[in-house]
Each structure stands twice: as C-alpha cells, then as structure tokens.
C-alpha cells in the first residue's frame, strides 16, 4: 500500500524470487516487530514476523506476477505496513496491462493471490487429515483453529498466516486509497466520468475510510486500526485538496 518507494538503505535485504527481485526495507521487520510484540515470547514474535512476510510477499507476488504477463518487468518492495509492486512506466507503450482492465486486474490480484493462499492452507490440512475450523473472528477475517497438528509452532504459523491473509486481503479491497480497492475504484470511476472521477474516487475514499476508523473506535475500541484509517482519510482529503487545487476541473 506504499505511494511510492522508499531510497535505498544499507540494511535493505535482497534477493529474487521466480525471477522477481525483491528488496525488503528495515522498516519493514520494525513494523512487524512492533505489532507483534504483545506475544508472551520471542518464539511467538519470531513466528509472527514470518506470517507476516510470507503473507504480504504472496500479496505483491500477486501483483507482479499479472504485471508480467502484460509484458512488464516487476519488482516488489517491502516497506512497513505493506509493500509494492512496481514496473518500469517508461515500458507500458502499447501493453493492455496500461489500460483500467489491466490495472484493475494488477490491482485486484495481490488479495486473490492471499486468499488463494489461506485456501491451499485449509486443503492441504484437510488432504493431511488435520483436524481443524474456521471460525469467523472481529473486527473483520476469518481464524483457522488447528488443534491436529502435533507442532504447536506450525499451528500458530498457519494460523497467522491465515488470519493476515484474510484480513489483509479484505482491508486491501475496501475503496480506500491508496489500497488495491481504492486504486480500483479509481479506475472505474476515471473511466465513467473522466477526470471528474480522480476526485470521486478521493471523496469516496475519505468517506469509507472516516466511517471504518469511527467504527473501529466505537464498536471494536481499538485505537490502532482507527488510527489506520483515520490517517488513509486524512491522507485522500490532502490528496482531494491537492488535486482540486491545480485541477483539471471537469
């Protein structure tokens, strides 16, 4: 969900994956870090911080990998509370890929790729014959419950992934920009109306975003991720301001 990538550091981790190169910033392990740390134990906090890697990797994996079948040469950049898939611009003469479906399906395949991930999580326990449930859990995702499994760490390891997987994929589709789901209403909505549409998809995001950090705050009481959305709205709302200001009008 990054607006645009972050400079290079020294602690910047490498490395290609199905010829996809990805670099991970340190602010992305701190972020991590962070929101894991309420475990009791390192284990715990070690074991989150690799749920949340696999699960936001296989999310710009997503991305990328629909980038490539356009034609284009991805890569993917982790930065703390997300990441990025990214393509050269200069390259989009003349590919589909440039155009609202190509976007929209670019945009739409990083929550598809998560949520194919926790599907092939709950076949492949049932092909084992782990016994397991899912359960629905707040504020908004689903909880996989493995009791089966005889390590009590791959327990705890599905059931963060999972869980992120979801959650994150359902976050990402709201019509909030700059997630997927905004980016995706911003086509749609440039597409029927024009350039009037940039601004609709910012007020619609203002919107959405206002009442998912007011509800966050009454009904579930939890500050961070009003906090998280109360950010994305004012971040469109200095957007909309920005955009309307220098125009174009419509």
Not at 67 to 92: C, E, K, N, V
Not at 173 to 202: H, M, T, W
Request: overall charge positive; charged content about 10%.
């Amino acid at each position: 969900m990054l607006l645009g990538e972050p400079p290079p550091t020294q602690g910047d981790l490498h490395f290609t994956i199905f010829g996809i190169p990805v670099r991970v910033h340190p602010l992305f392990w701190l972020v991590t870090l962070v929101l894991g740390a309420q475990s009791r134990d390192v284990a715990s906090v070690l074991t989150w911080v690799v749920a949340v890697f696999i699960s936001i990797l296989v999310h710009e994996l997503g991305h990328a990998s629909v980038m490539r079948t356009y034609g284009f040469r991805p890569w993917i950049t982790l930065y703390g509370l997300g990441g990025l898939a990214s393509y050269d611009q200069g390259r989009t003469y003349g590919s589909k890929g440039a155009e609202p479906l190509g976007q929209i399906l670019t945009f739409l395949a990083g929550p598809a790729a998560g949520f194919l991930l926790a599907a092939a999580l709950v076949f492949g326990l049932a092909l084992a014959g782990y016994g397991f449930r899912v359960v629905f859990s707040s504020p908004f995702g689903l909880e996989l419950d493995v009791g089966g499994l005889p390590n009590v760490r791959l327990a705890v390891l599905l059931y963060y992934i999972f869980f992120i997987c979801v959650f994150w994929g359902l976050v990402n589709l709201l019509p909030i920009y700059p997630l997927d789901g905004g980016q995706v209403a911003r086509e749609i909505l440039q597409k029927l109306n024009g350039s009037a549409g940039i601004r609709q998809s910012l007020m619609l995001s203002i919107l959405a975003a206002g009442m998912m950090a007011a509800y966050s705050l009454i009904r579930w009481q939890d500050w961070f991720i009003a906090l998280f959305f109360g950010y994305m709205a004012y971040s469109s709302y200095v957007t909309l301001q920005a955009y309307t200001n220098r125009g174009p009008r419509s």
